[in-house]
């Protein structure tokens, strides 16, 4: 009975079926086809808002696809005919100290001492190392009256996206990926320049530029010739090639070989051997790299040199900016080492040392790809050669430094070197002011000044780019005890290192860019001013004469990029094979070196302004230290030092 009451209360299911009706129908009534549409529409809508906001995040791991593939027939003479034999240990987990072992098919592939890569063969008029004449077999045109003529557009035109910082970081990364010596160390070579003017000069004085009596600058000072010094080549490291090849005596990667050094002997030099530090001199109650007393030179007054500073650069001391980023990278990999050496007091001074260069190399690859390489290439050609992807290491890549690189378009950075360098104090005010050509080779105002110079650097529009130098570069007047009064024109040297070189013709280069082959001086009105062709005319015999260098400085500049389509194509297809190359790069998995998934993250928070605040007095400085920020009206965008966090927990 109780059973039939429950039954009762809660009502049997063929009893609720008109209700079941009037609800279907309600559900019927609400399908129709408008309101189908309308959900249809809002599902698209829904799917582009997913698509848009993955294909903004997303970040395609595919190798890329446009690449440069060499024509050049001697890659592989010096590895075949001279490479000393290598033993590697496949399991290493560090960077060999000369870039040896990086390849393990090839080990000698972007080692210390190996000549520099090459998109085509060197042209030299006999086949070995004589310059290159033009077609109609007279000498190419004088590089200083090229310099005088064409190249001078003296108007400061300010960049006021970028800093002076820029420059600085360039000159870093080619330092740390080539160096060439001339061929005057350990020679009489700089005494046989001397006598270029005798009846009989020496076989030197073929590269020298001669000078005019009437020449603007040099002219009163009665200087006859700019002295030139050619490169050292293979035959003096005991490997006759044919034609004379160029040695790299640095590693090719980008490794901070700068900071350490490509040679043992150097890093040993370097090192502290206690805590994994590198050996440092106390100034000021400042950290500042050693110094090197071979250097100093302590008599005369304008040109007295007191600091000399030893790093892995033989050229530390060439201009403030380098001398600048050296002390801030030493300081940086002592931070390094004094947080690891916390978190792991049991590590030796070898693996605290080894882990902190790794880090540091690290750094500098992230900080170039992700903040430098967009600014002076711009989206097109960061995406075109696939230099935003994840790093997809290919043995089969040479990762050598190409010689139309180092010996041509990375010098195009040269056009933004600033024609003075500002000093602030913490309220932005300058209080010194120093022309980059007084302090060349003398970096004594840095000591007790860094921070004024990172504030100087970091607050003044940089030079946009142009077809000619900054003025106080290319008529540089010095002055040394001891040492007859000498010139030294950047802008010439830079054309003349090419020629010495052998690098072939800009028509060449620009065909094997992409650029469509021109037949005459017209045919270049694609991306060369009209009076620039003009200009060329008169100096060369045929278009296809023209300097490879000189025709990528006068090239109208890709939108986005800082370079003409020649010399933006050059420098994104090296900066592909540094990375893709390179087994060590700081991305690449699945090898002995490689990071852990943690330490990739940890690593890419890292920025110049991490470093900047770890190494020196700044109290604020913006998130890219290469943009221009004004800090009157976006001090916000400056944020305090107390942000910049170097997060070594992966560790």
């Not at 293979?234 to 090719?252: E, F, I, M, Q, R």
């Not at 106390?282 to 110094?291: D, F, L, R, S």
């Not at 056009?415 to 120093?434: C, D, G, Q, S, W």
Request: charge should be neutral.
């Amino acid at each position: 009975m109780g059973n039939i009451l429950r039954s009762r209360d809660k009502p049997l299911l063929n009893e609720n079926s008109p209700l079941i009706g009037l609800e279907s129908k309600s559900k019927l009534k609400w399908f129709n086809l408008r309101n189908v549409v309308l959900f249809i529409t809002l599902l698209l809508c829904i799917l582009i808002v997913l698509y848009v906001v993955f294909m903004i995040f997303y970040t395609p791991t595919k190798k890329s696809t446009l690449r440069l593939t060499s024509v050049a027939t001697i890659n592989n003479d010096y590895f075949e005919k001279c490479s000393p034999p290598v033993t590697c240990d496949p399991k290493a987990k560090y960077r060999t100290i000369n870039g040896s072992c990086n390849n393990l098919q090839n080990p000698n592939w972007g080692a210390a001492l190996t000549p520099f890569y090459r998109y085509m063969d060197p042209v030299f008029s006999d086949g070995i190392s004589a310059f290159r004449v033009q077609s109609d077999g007279s000498p190419l045109p004088n590089a200083r009256n090229l310099t005088l003529t064409i190249f001078q557009d003296t108007l400061r035109i300010c960049d006021y996206k970028n800093n002076e910082l820029l420059v600085p970081w360039g000159q870093f990364i080619t330092h740390d990926t080539a160096f060439s010596p001339v061929r005057s160390v350990n020679s009489s070579f700089p005494a046989a320049l001397d006598h270029c003017q005798d009846e009989h000069p020496p076989t030197e004085c073929k590269a020298v530029i001669p000078l005019s009596p009437d020449d603007p600058v040099y002219g009163k000072y009665n200087l006859t010739i700019l002295k030139f010094m050619r490169l050292i080549t293979s035959p003096a490291y005991n490997c006759t090639l044919v034609p004379d090849t160029v040695l790299n005596k640095n590693t090719h990667y980008i490794d901070s070989s700068n900071v350490y050094g490509s040679d043992p002997d150097v890093t040993n030099e370097l090192r502290l051997f206690r805590g994994g530090q590198l050996l440092y001199n106390t100034i000021k109650k400042q950290e500042y790299c050693p110094q090197d007393p071979t250097r100093v030179v302590k008599k005369g007054n304008e040109t007295q040199v007191t600091i000399a500073f030893l790093a892995g650069d033989v050229n530390v001391n060439q201009n403030l900016g380098i001398a600048l980023l050296q002390n801030l990278f030493l300081r940086f990999h002592n931070y390094i080492a004094n947080q690891l050496e916390v978190a792991h007091p049991l590590w030796t001074d070898e693996i605290i040392y080894q882990e902190t260069r790794r880090i540091v190399a690290a750094v500098t690859q992230i900080i170039t790809y992700d903040n430098f390489l967009p600014i002076i290439l711009g989206e097109k050609y960061i995406n075109e050669y696939g230099l935003n992807h994840e790093t997809n290491y290919d043995p089969t890549i040479m990762p050598s430094m190409a010689q139309e690189m180092t010996s041509g378009a990375f010098r195009l950075l040269h056009n933004i070197i600033p024609a003075k360098l500002n000093y602030m104090t913490e309220n932005y005010t300058t209080y010194e002011v120093e022309e980059p050509s007084k302090s060349f080779l003398r970096p004594d105002t840095l000591i007790g000044n860094v921070d004024g110079l990172i504030r100087g650097l970091t607050e003044t529009p940089g030079r946009e780019p142009q077809s000619s130098y900054n003025d106080l570069i290319s008529n540089i007047v010095i002055k040394i005890p001891s040492i007859n009064t000498t010139g030294f024109d950047l802008l010439s040297y830079d054309i003349q290192r090419g020629r010495d070189v052998g690098l072939p013709p800009y028509t060449k280069m620009r065909s094997f860019c992409g650029l469509p082959q021109v037949k005459s001086f017209d045919d270049l009105s694609d991306h060369i001013p009209s009076k620039k062709i003009d200009q060329l005319k008169y100096f060369y015999s045929s278009v296809d004469d023209i300097d490879y260098y000189v025709g990528i400085l006068l090239e109208d500049k890709v939108i986005g990029s800082m370079f003409g389509p020649t010399g933006s194509c050059v420098i994104a297809d090296s900066f592909y094979r540094f990375r893709n190359g390179d087994r060590f790069f700081y991305d690449v998995k699945d090898q002995p070196g490689s990071f852990t998934s943690d330490q990739i993250q940890s690593l890419k928070k890292i920025t110049l302004s991490h470093i900047i605040c770890a190494t020196s007095g700044i109290e604020r400085i913006q998130k890219d230290a290469f943009r221009l920020i004004d800090h009157i009206r976006m001090m916000k965008l400056k944020p305090n030092c107390e942000t910049y966090k170097i997060d070594l927990t992966a560790w």
